[in-house]
């Protein structure tokens, strides 16, 4: 959604001056450089500290993704027309020079987690190298993230090709808010896994005191435009005020009929031991492509049924919150983030799984359990 809204800013100086769409470009790309930095430089931090941290740790915090649900929300009820500030840089995120910084920025921190899969060898390499490699390697990756809109921005053949600016702009803009009304709703759905039914209602209370607030401060007078201001700063407050619960919810018994339970080094001992083969599946809530292959692959009935035929158990680690545990098993095996699939088979011994690919198919997944 937010590259769509930095999409619709070209477009609307498609037909200017190139120099306009090419500032945004690179500012855009500042952005992006100096949140890769900023994120590589808190990896080494916390790595230099001794503690387990990988690659889209920032989202493991609920107070961020709380934060990053009020904002998506806030940017949908703008582009929907619900407000409008004709100087800030929620006006047009992604529109303007200024906001085309911030717009960079904030696509590296909500799209992080769902870059791992295509940077998980370099991104596994990068944290095992010195502080001056791993750098230099995050600031390639974020040449990479930029490159794209940046060289869109060099390309005047394919911005000339857009519709000239018009009405159709303000379709197109509220048409934009629903993606950010849906990343709103995944982020209160990741908040309600990390923070439990308590951490739920405290989000939702935010997000109704927030829209009053918005509401409120469109008023002419004073006081309730202070009301307003009481009720916005309420709202911004609520995510730090959101605890983490312990989960539980990955652990349950497949409906399917095969057992799945939560991930530990022990219970891949113990299954093996009874000569069963053991599927893991390190996830999280927050991980877009975790869920695309449990929703496209693990939980159909092709494979639901590859794994009683073969008496597979499924272990779940959960990474939607912090667990060095799982941080550990990911960095043995190269990884710095999720998903990360392991299958051990009946004969196999316990520190020679086979790794599998990060995007799943059903055929691949059928033919390994029944051994095809």
Same mark, same amino acid.
């Given at each position: 959604?937010?590259?769509?809204?930095?999409?619709l800013?070209?477009?609307?100086?498609?037909?200017s001056?190139?120099?306009?769409?090419?500032r945004?470009?690179?500012?855009y790309?500042?952005g992006?450089?100096?949140t890769?930095? =900023? *994120?590589? %430089? +808190?990896?080494?931090?916390?790595?230099?500290? #001794? &503690?387990?941290?990988?690659w /889209?740790f920032?989202? @493991? $915090?609920?107070?961020?993704?709380?934060?990053?649900?009020?904002?998506?929300?806030?940017v =949908? *009820?703008? %582009? +929907?027309g619900?407000?409008?500030?004709?100087? #800030? &840089?929620?006006?047009?995120l /992604?529109?303007?020079? @200024? $906001?085309?910084?911030?717009?960079?920025?904030?696509a590296?921190?909500?799209?992080?987690?769902?870059?791992?899969?295509?940077?998980?060898?370099?991104?596994?390499?990068?944290?095992?190298?010195?502080?001056?490699?791993t750098?230099?390697?995050?600031?390639?990756?974020?040449?990479?993230?930029?490159?794209?809109v940046?060289l869109?921005?060099?390309a005047?053949?394919?911005?000339?090709?857009?519709?000239?600016?018009?009405?159709?702009?303000?379709?197109f803009?509220?048409?934009l808010?629903?993606?950010?009304f849906?990343?709103?709703?995944?982020?209160?759905?990741?908040?309600s896994?990390?923070?439990?039914?308590?951490?739920?209602?405290?989000?939702?209370?935010?997000?109704?005191?927030?829209?009053?607030a918005?509401?409120?401060?469109?008023?002419e007078?004073?006081a309730v435009?202070g009301?307003?201001?009481?009720?916005?700063?309420?709202?911004?407050?609520?995510?730090?005020?959101?605890?983490?619960?312990?989960?539980?919810?990955?652990?349950?018994?497949?409906?399917?009929g095969?057992?799945?339970?939560?991930?530990?080094?022990?219970?891949?001992?113990?299954?093996?031991?009874?000569g069963r083969?053991v599927?893991?599946?390190?996830?999280a809530?927050?991980?877009?492509?975790c869920k695309?292959?449990?929703?496209?692959?693990?939980?159909?009935k092709?494979?639901?049924?590859?794994?009683?035929?073969?008496?597979?158990?499924?272990?779940?680690?959960d990474?939607?919150?912090k667990?060095d545990?799982?941080?550990?098993?990911?960095?043995?095996?190269?990884?710095?983030?999720?998903?990360?699939?392991l299958?051990?088979?009946?004969?196999?011994?316990?520190?020679?799984?086979?790794?599998?690919?990060?995007?799943?198919?059903?055929?691949?997944?059928?033919?390994?359990l029944?051994?095809?």
């Amino acid at each position: 959604p937010i590259i769509s809204i930095k999409a619709l800013g070209f477009a609307r100086h498609a037909h200017s001056a190139h120099t306009v769409v090419r500032r945004q470009g690179w500012l855009y790309g500042a952005g992006v450089f100096v949140t890769f930095l =900023a *994120l590589t %430089l +808190i990896l080494l931090a916390v790595k230099a500290g #001794g &503690a387990q941290i990988g690659w /889209g740790f920032q989202m @493991q $915090s609920p107070w961020l993704v709380g934060l990053l649900a009020l904002l998506m929300f806030t940017v =949908a *009820l703008n %582009l +929907i027309g619900a407000f409008d500030i004709s100087a #800030g &840089a929620l006006t047009n995120l /992604g529109g303007g020079t @200024q $906001s085309a910084f911030w717009t960079g920025a904030l696509a590296v921190i909500v799209a992080t987690p769902c870059s791992a899969p295509f940077m998980a060898g370099a991104v596994g390499y990068a944290l095992a190298q010195s502080s001056l490699v791993t750098v230099f390697i995050f600031m390639g990756l974020a040449s990479g993230f930029a490159a794209p809109v940046l060289l869109l921005s060099y390309a005047p053949a394919l911005l000339s090709k857009l519709p000239a600016p018009g009405p159709w702009m303000e379709s197109f803009k509220q048409l934009l808010a629903f993606p950010m009304f849906g990343a709103a709703v995944w982020l209160v759905w990741v908040v309600s896994l990390q923070t439990g039914h308590k951490g739920l209602l405290q989000i939702l209370c935010a997000m109704l005191a927030l829209a009053f607030a918005i509401w409120l401060l469109k008023r002419e007078r004073r006081a309730v435009k202070g009301i307003g201001a009481l009720g916005l700063a309420t709202a911004l407050i609520v995510p730090f005020m959101l605890t983490t619960v312990s989960q539980g919810s990955a652990a349950q018994t497949s409906d399917a009929g095969y057992t799945v339970e939560a991930w530990s080094p022990q219970n891949v001992r113990e299954y093996q031991a009874q000569g069963r083969a053991v599927f893991v599946d390190f996830t999280a809530a927050w991980c877009v492509t975790c869920k695309v292959n449990e929703l496209g692959s693990l939980k159909s009935k092709a494979v639901s049924q590859a794994f009683i035929q073969s008496n597979t158990v499924m272990l779940i680690g959960d990474w939607t919150n912090k667990n060095d545990a799982i941080a550990q098993e990911l960095a043995r095996f190269g990884r710095a983030g999720v998903p990360l699939y392991l299958y051990y088979g009946p004969q196999n011994n316990a520190q020679n799984p086979v790794v599998l690919p990060q995007i799943l198919t059903q055929t691949g997944l059928t033919s390994m359990l029944l051994n095809e």
